[in-house]
């Protein structure tokens, strides 16, 4: 089995920052891409970022030049360094991994969420 387990949402003044951690464990071989996603009540999951097993990154545009994906690949570990915080960005946070298990090739796994709320 394969867990994402997900840190350091919370509340936070617009303008400020967080730092969202979130680290994959278990019946690990190899992990591929890994990502944020975020959702907000009655609208669809979307992507916030994501880095490849080689470090190439995808940002939305609407976080770009604000938030900085990075991996610790020895940790299988993922973060999310948020700055310049808007209210807009209120949302519950998820964690996603792209993982090569002993058994399973290039599954997706995503964490519990996390809550991050701006307020303004």
Known sequence: ????????????????????????????????????????????????????SGGVTNYADSVKGRFAISRDNAKNTVYLQMSSLKPEDTAVYYCNANINSWITVRKNYWGQGTQVTVSS
């Open 1 to 52: 089995q394969v867990q994402l387990v997900e840190s350091g949402g919370g509340l936070v003044q617009a303008g400020g920052s967080l730092r969202l951690s979130c680290a994959a464990s278990g019946s690990i071989s190899s992990i591929n891409s890994m990502g944020w996603y975020r959702q907000v009540p009655g609208k669809q999951r979307e992507l916030v970022a994501s880095v490849t």
